[in-house]
């Protein structure tokens, strides 16, 4: 697709906040965006931050405060469209600036339809870490658009793929090219909802997903709270990851490594502590965490029925569990 939009342009200045645009312009622009990013919006800064990673999948970037404006805008597109698809924003004196200004960007999709994007700074210490795009006609974050699942769809349908749900496209990206059997697919930094849930199980009918949790000293209580007890649930988890993707898996690059490396069962125990506190059937709670011990591979055996008061290493016991 040419970056020069064949729809008539029938606007003349551009609006301080987007007017309605048709959605198959805003795929339009959306596609010419990404046009750029894939061939004038590469940059060392962003390779050297991705291969840092163990990535070497391309990615875009944009430099500068208005480059892919002044490039589409050359190309006929007209500030209201850029507006629209969240491409763009407009400051108090009406400069047209770039969404993602300095940031490496990862295009969404939904089929062969790009979305929307999202952008990932390359420095440590800058908040916020991502940017998505605001909310357009094709785009929603709280919607059951996960990054990377459009692209993973057809491997899903392979036996012994499943989905893993991370915190952004970094993490998807590392799991993507170190390991073929797992399919990422990132909530990108938003509440996860029943349609995020729903998502990954519709692309693969009776499969469950597998968690990765980042072992920074947040673990359980991540930026997504509770709503990460949604993915743990037994009915949707099958093993636990619980280590810093983004470091181990640049190490060695395979899932034995990071099975290897899960730490003991405190992923599990954390999990029940935050989250069964006021559950008063204790024996559902040690069921439970007897079989994300067994499924995680963390070496524990399942807790037979008599021994529901074991006590893991560094942990309460069960019966503390819902006091």
């Not at 999948?57 to 892919?68: D, I, T």
């Not at 909530?187 to 920074?216: C, E, F, N, W, Y």
């Not at 399942?302 to 569990?321: I, V």
Request: include cysteine; charge should be negative; charged fraction near 20%.
């Amino acid at each position: 697709m040419a970056d020069r939009p064949t729809l008539p342009q029938q606007r003349t200045s551009a609006r301080t906040s987007p007017v309605a645009i048709d959605p198959e312009e805003l795929a339009a622009a959306n596609q010419a965006a990404l046009n750029f990013h894939t061939t004038g919006g590469r940059d060392v800064r962003a390779e050297q931050y991705l291969h840092s990673r163990g990535i070497t999948l391309p990615a875009g970037y944009q430099a500068g405060h208005s480059v892919l404006a002044e490039h589409l805008t050359a190309a006929g597109w007209h500030p209201d469209v850029l507006l629209a698809a969240g491409l763009c924003r407009n400051t108090a004196a009406g400069q047209l600036l770039d969404t993602f200004s300095g940031r490496i960007v990862f295009p969404i999709r939904a089929g062969d339809t790009v979305t929307g994007f999202i952008g990932r700074t390359e420095r440590d210490g800058v908040e916020p870490k991502y940017v998505n795009i605001a909310t357009t006609a094709l785009f929603d974050k709280s919607s059951s658009q996960l990054y990377g699942l459009t692209e993973g769809t057809d491997r899903l349908a392979h036996e012994g793929v499943f989905p893993v749900p991370v915190e952004g496209p970094i993490d998807a990206l590392a799991i993507a090219q170190h390991t073929p059997d797992l399919v990422p697919v990132a909530v990108m930094g938003t509440a996860v909802t029943d349609h995020h849930l729903a998502a990954p199980q519709t692309a693969s009918p009776g499969k469950r997903i597998i968690v990765a949790l980042d072992d920074a000293p947040a673990g359980m209580a991540h930026a997504h709270g509770a709503d990460v007890a949604k993915w743990l649930h037994p009915g949707n988890c099958r093993r636990i990851i619980y280590t810093a993707v983004e470091h181990h898996i640049t190490q060695a690059g395979d899932l034995q490594f990071l099975e290897q490396r899960v730490t003991t069962a405190k992923a599990v125990w954390a999990y029940l502590d935050q989250h069964y506190q006021s559950d008063p059937d204790h024996d559902r709670a040690a069921d439970y965490a007897a079989d994300l011990c067994r499924v995680s591979r963390l070496g524990l055996p399942p807790l037979p029925a008599h021994r529901r008061e074991m006590t893991l290493p560094g942990q309460r016991q069960a019966s503390d569990l819902g006091r």
